[in-house]
């Protein structure tokens, strides 16, 4: 069967509807938990309402038929046989509420031409259809029968108008319940949703906050009420995390950079004393180790501060912007590690969709791609497979190495985390907090997933 | 050779000053931007050396006036570690080169060897083919023979070998060579130029060849061509 294309799309959009609606359990909950209310009042109403009207009248007619059934048995124990049976002829003859009629063994009088088949004992009543001259119609009466010392007596009540009202009250009801089904589900829902997208917009910010941006505040609407209260003491209890990240990052920016000078000074004396050396063609051996531990604290130092820069500054180091090819981008930085993965046995391979231009930085993200393809084969062993993808909103880098475990997963982009089984291998741990950093100035979005074996780095920019 | 320092920091200054003499400059020096632009100005220097935060004038409006007014004399830009964007403005101010502080002298001392060269450079006609002793490299079909034997390599080796040997005789570190090859502004830190050049030797000098390219120890690479 072949559906066109708006059908699909239609029902492509009411699935996506559908599915939204069934994964926000809440809305549902909520829904069900208002409807079910909505239901018990009415429904308690309805009772109510039934026992004070319908069932006042039935009761009433009990009591009639009680009455009936009393006074004919003090009059059949005060008369005799002969007299009780005249006037209950007469008696018969003249009620016109109440169709009345006696069996004796011998006869049957009163108004009924016939016991019904089926009659129950009194005080229960059962329905069977009469004749009736008033009405000239078949109508259905409700009777029972009450035996007597001398026989049996039938009462029946004419109540075809009350069992009417009594079939039009429950059909009323069952309208008046299924609008209140409709009503909840339409209510609650509207009323769920909205109270819910407040809540889901506390989980974006809370989401933006984990993913690194302690700037998100959630938006305060003009109702004043207890979900505003919360957004406002939710903003405050940011804005002190905000400041006091800031300042801890600051402090340690603030000695990376004090350090600097200093470090760099030795630096330069250590190396001009090597020159110097050199000059007179003198050994330098004892010096040059002290340089290069040096030169690793330093980079430390200077990588520090860069991702400060880089995550704080995004409008002064995105202005240089201009329109970059990632593809020619990734060609590069296989290039350069390509030579290294060799000497590991790896192989680096690039498999690639449509060429990918983005605004950006080519330097920047020359090395953040050069630093996830050195972190595939520093970690995934020897012989690895290592292959970069071209997608067509970002690149993949991954590897068929040992992974990473999912609680390393999200401490991976920490400043300074190393992991355990890494910690024999040259490095800060910065590299993946600067490849974030990058990304992140870039618009876009980076996460680790298990290649099964080994690790997919994904990143996704976002226009 | 002459070469005007305009630095505000003393240690750094005296730094600069005791190296650049030790390779056989002569050296001026300026602590502030504004008598680094007069002496700039008024002087004949093959290199200006010059720190991007200075007192008085900032080193960029150094550099504006001087190519305002009609200086030519190459800049190389000292600055504190800054974002890629602020190389990218010291550079389309007229700059030259840019070095990040902290840098390394020996880097310093090449940087200026290859920026002093260059301006020599500007006379000789361009050339389609390059020598270096027996090493041939047509840049027009993108060839390159060692003698009688050719030398296949891939796209980043020829770019390697190319700049090599344009810098024939010359020292050229390690971020040089990045720069120039990769095009991308920053300093890998690992030894991957090495394994690269490691790489390229092999194929370079084959069979026991004479040896062309020479490693300078703590700073570089070297063509050299032995008679």
New interface residues.
């Given amino acids: 069967m072949v559906l066109p294309p708006y059908l699909k799309q239609y029902v492509a959009s009411v699935t996506e509807w559908w599915s939204s609606v069934k994964t926000a359990h809440s809305v549902w909950r909520l829904t069900r938990l208002y409807t079910g209310l909505l239901l018990s009042v009415v429904s308690i109403l309805l009772i109510v309402l039934y026992q004070l009207s319908i069932g006042q009248m039935n009761r009433q007619q009990g009591l009639q038929i009680a009455n009936i059934i009393a006074q004919q048995t003090l009059l059949a124990e005060q008369l005799s046989t002969e007299q009780f049976l005249e006037q209950f002829e007469l008696q018969a003859q003249s009620s016109r509420q109440y169709i009345l009629s006696y069996q004796t063994k011998k006869e049957l009088i009163g108004r009924l031409s016939e016991i019904p088949t089926t009659l129950s004992q009194c005080p229960s009543l059962s329905r069977f259809p009469i004749w009736l001259d008033q009405f000239d119609e078949l109508r259905l009466v409700s009777g029972c029968s009450q035996s007597m010392a001398s026989g049996a007596l039938i009462i029946a009540v004419d109540d075809e108008s009350l069992y009417e009202l009594k079939g039009q009250f429950i059909s009323a009801s069952a309208v008046a319940l299924l609008l209140a089904v409709l009503l909840g589900i339409i209510t609650g829902l509207v009323f769920s949703m909205r109270v819910l997208k407040r809540i889901n917009s506390f989980n974006q910010v809370a989401l933006q906050v984990e993913s690194g941006q302690l700037s998100a505040r959630v938006a305060i609407s003009e109702q004043n009420d207890e979900y505003d209260h919360m957004a406002l003491h939710i903003n405050t209890m940011l804005s002190q995390l905000q400041h006091s990240f800031e300042t801890i990052s600051g402090i340690t920016d603030a000695i990376a950079h004090d350090l600097?000078t200093p470090?760099?000074?030795l630096?330069?004396?250590i190396?001009?004393e090597?020159?110097?050396k050199?000059?007179l063609n003198l050994p330098?051996e004892q010096l040059?180790p002290m340089l290069d531990k040096l030169?690793e604290i330093?980079?430390t130092f200077?990588a520090m501060?860069?991702l400060t820069?880089?995550q704080q500054?995004k409008e002064?180091?995105s202005?240089?912007f201009k329109t970059v090819n990632l593809k020619q981008i990734i060609v590069?930085a296989v290039?350069?590690?390509e030579?290294?993965a060799e000497?590991k046995q790896q192989v680096v391979n690039i498999a690639s969709a449509e060429p990918l231009s983005i605004q950006g930085?080519?330097?920047?993200l020359?090395?953040a791609i050069?630093n996830l393809l050195?972190n595939a084969s520093k970690y995934a062993g020897k012989s690895a497979q290592i292959s970069v993808q071209l997608t067509h909103r970002g690149f993949t880098v991954s590897d068929n190495g040992p992974g990473i475990s999912d609680i390393e997963k999200q401490k991976v982009f920490q400043r300074l985390y190393r992991i355990e089984k890494s910690r024999s291998v040259a490095g800060f741990g910065l590299g993946l907090t600067l490849v974030k950093a990058i990304i992140q100035l870039h618009n876009g979005k980076i996460e680790l997933l298990d290649n099964k074996p080994g690790l997919i780095v994904n990143v996704e920019f976002v226009d | 050779m002459r070469i005007l320092v305009i630095e505000d920091n003393q240690t750094t200054r005296q730094y600069l000053q005791k190296a650049l003499q030790e390779q056989g400059y002569e050296i001026d020096l300026a602590d502030n931007g504004q008598d680094g632009l007069f002496l700039a100005l008024e002087g004949d220097y093959q290199l200006i050396v010059l720190d991007r935060m200075l007192p008085k004038l900032d080193g960029l409006t150094v550099l504006s006036t001087l190519r305002n007014a009609g200086k030519q004399t190459p800049v190389l830009i000292l600055s504190a570690l800054d974002s890629v964007s602020e190389r990218v403005k010291g550079l389309r101010e007229g700059g030259d080169d840019y070095l990040i502080k902290p840098f390394a002298l020996s880097e310093l001392l090449v940087r200026i060897e290859i920026l002093i060269q260059r301006k020599g450079t500007h006379s000789e006609k361009i050339t389609s083919v390059l020598h270096v002793a027996d090493l041939k490299m047509d840049l027009l079909s993108h060839r390159v023979f060692r003698g009688p034997t050719e030398i296949s390599l891939q796209p980043k080796e020829f770019k390697l070998l190319r700049y090599l040997m344009e810098h024939n005789g010359q020292v050229v570190s390690r971020s040089l060579l990045f720069e120039a090859v990769w095009d991308y502004q920053f300093d890998p830190q690992t030894n991957v130029i090495d394994v690269h050049m490691a790489r390229l030797r092999k194929k370079v000098e084959f069979d026991g060849l004479t040896p062309l390219l020479e490693t300078v120890r703590g700073v570089g690479y070297r063509m050299v061509e032995q008679r």
């Fill in positions: 600097r470090m760099s000074h630096r330069q004396q190396e001009s090597i020159l110097s050199r000059q330098t040059q030169d330093l980079f200077s501060l860069e820069r880089l500054q002064s180091n202005q240089y590069d290039d350069l590690i030579p290294i000497e930085d080519a330097t920047l020359f090395r050069y050195e």
